[in-house]
């Protein structure tokens, strides 16, 4: 794969995608709940659609991201970058797959206002600082 | 024709080499910034249409008429967008030459314009009897061809939009 010419860019591509999808994901229900947009469609509804599409992007960020570290695994591990983003990565995942789903399925009087603004906050925090450092890999090493 | 393309690059690499362009280019946060926030507007741009192809296609949110997705996302897509632009337009002024021999930044180019006269299509023949054709079985098959259309191309866009960094 290493000395492919085209294979790495390709599953950069549909890493790309994945982050496409999730991002989108996670702003929506993240606007939703913080009250600044979507605001006629129930969060119900927005739970329902964009969870399946959340899951699916990340899944396939995920998996297309394995193979882009795969032919190179030494080099990405010495690269503070990416050890930062793997570390948020996986304090995000577990927020999301457990206090965040836990908030979002809730009846909204069941938590109080401050948590319907926290928790939609650190998501963002957490989901948008992958993503800046999976950016940096390439520029600051 | 030939002509246009060879002053086009002449102007390219002048923009290229002027001072600032320089500058840009060799400071040290200027592209991890800049192209980190033209990538993750992704999310608050095409996602955002992405989601509207979706209902279109009957691939999501069907409980919601069509009007609906298309009012609540548009505030959040128009900024998006925006920001899309401005900082693509920062990333190519820094690189104007390279860019613009780039064949995948060509390809990237074309599938926008093509994306252009989609929306306008859309805009134009489906939107005004958006109404008639809420419900996720009434959606007219044209409407549908252009989700299709819009779903692939933003594809190839991001795509190329990756691929053209490794030729750069």
Known sequence: ?141 | MLLLDISILLACHAIQHTTWATAFRQADLFFPLVEGAHILSLSVSVGLILMLDFRLLGLGFQSEPVWRIMDQIMPWAIPGFTMMFLTGILLFLAQAESVYTNSYFRVKMLMLLLLGVNAVVFQFKYYPSLAEWDKVEAVPTGARVVAVVSLAFWMVVIACGRLMAYEL
């Open chain 1, 1 to 141: 794969m290493r000395n492919s010419k085209h294979a790495i860019p390709i599953i950069q591509s549909f890493h790309l995608f994945g982050i496409t999808l999730l991002l989108t994901s996670v702003v929506i229900l993240n606007f939703r709940m913080l009250g600044i947009g979507l605001r006629q469609i129930p969060l119900e509804v927005l739970a329902k659609h964009v969870w399946r599409w959340a899951t699916a992007g990340l899944l396939l960020a995920v998996t297309s991201g394995f193979f882009v570290f795969l032919p190179d695994p030494a080099r990405y591990a010495a690269n503070k970058s990416f050890v930062t983003k793997m570390s948020i990565l996986a304090v995000a995942v577990l927020f999301q797959y457990t206090i965040y789903r836990k908030v979002v399925g809730a009846e909204s009087s069941v938590f109080e206002p401050h948590r319907r603004i926290l928790v939609p906050l650190v998501s963002l925090t957490l989901w948008f600082s992958v993503g800046w450092a999976g950016r940096a890999i390439a520029f600051l090493g």
